[in-house]
């Protein structure tokens, strides 16, 4: 598919190709020679190499619409000639920066809609490609953050000092910071 063509000459009928790239369909002509020269070549006989894994990575990571919940990732396929094959699935390894927390995304195209997400969180990515003979080699990290949301529980360890008939301190902490979905900045 590249154009490339090469000559062997040989003393036998039988002949190992190495080195060919996987999923490469290649053109075979065969002529014998003599002390005299050569004669004419055979048809082509064609051969098609099996698939392999990818050795590229996808590449250009972009997070659009971005909300406190939800974000439309997309990427470019790894390049044509380190894909190897027919790319039949997107894995995307995500890690919650401030929790720790893993979760694996998948896609049979180059984008998804990540759904589920909770607000004002760091999602550190890794994406691989993968054939049908397996996973490529992940790519390298990207980072997304969703975007802050009303607080989803109230404060807590409310209580009362120095009451008098005419007044009250009222103490409070912070909703749980899984919960605070942002950066509280009133009460």
């Keep these: ?91 995307i390894n995500v890690t919650v920066q401030e929790t720790g927390e893993r979760f694996q995304l998948t896609s049979v195209t180059n984008s998804l809609i990540a759904t589920g997400l909770s607000p004002f969180r760091t999602f550190v990515c890794i994406i691989a490609a993968a054939t049908s003979v397996g996973l490529g080699p992940f790519g390298d990290m990207f980072s997304v953050m969703t975007l802050e949301d009303v607080p989803a529980s109230s404060p807590v360890s409310i209580s009362s000092s120095g009451i008098t008939s005419t007044s009250a301190v009222i103490s409070w902490g912070p909703p749980p910071y899984e919960d605070q979905n942002g950066v509280i900045i009133s009460y």
């Design 1 to 91: 598919e590249t154009g490339e063509s090469f000559t062997n000459f040989i003393n036998d009928t039988t002949y190992s190709f190495t080195a060919l790239k996987p999923y490469r369909t290649y053109d075979i002509t065969i002529a014998a020679s003599t002390s005299v020269g050569t004669g004419p070549f055979s048809v082509a006989f064609t051969v098609a190499t099996l698939q392999d894994v990818p050795e590229g990575t996808p590449s250009n990571f972009k997070a659009n619409d971005i909300t406190s919940t939800a974000a439309t990732l997309s990427w470019d396929p790894p390049p044509f000639d380190s894909q190897n094959g027919v790319i039949i699935q997107y894995i």
